[in-house]
């Protein structure tokens, strides 16, 4: 059974930093590629950042370009977003996700609330 838990959402100051992780199990974590999306309250889920399987390759959203970061620990089963100069507008629940190549996202976590406030 394939398993993505979030954790290291919480609150934070506006200009702060939070450093999220997602801890997978039960599949073959080096042959996924992980992705962060977000939702914030009446809004539909967006993604965030993506990373291949072997982390040679990244991708943002424009909206976090510069301030979020990506990366994989392939050893440890677990990918990470390290986001700095948080703002407002990124408050929502975040979410991990694994994707094979070519195929969609198809195993999500159950999320992980960031709320920063001004």
């Known amino acids: 059974q394939v398993q993505l838990v979030e954790s290291g959402g919480g609150l934070v100051q506006a200009g702060g930093s939070l450093r999220l992780s997602c801890a997978a199990s039960g599949l073959t974590f080096s042959s996924y590629g992980m992705g962060w999306f977000r939702q914030a309250p009446g809004k539909e889920r967006e993604f965030v950042a993506a990373?291949?399987?072997?982390?040679?390759?990244?991708n943002y959203a424009n909206s976090v370009k510069g301030r979020f970061t990506i990366s994989r620990d392939n050893a440890k089963n677990t990918v990470y977003l390290q986001m700095n100069t948080l703002k407002p507008e990124d408050t929502a629940v975040y979410y991990c996700a694994a994707r094979e190549p070519l195929y969609d996202y198809r195993y999500w976590g159950q999320g992980t609330q960031v709320t920063v406030s001004s």
């Open positions: 990373i291949s399987w072997r982390g040679a390759s990244t």
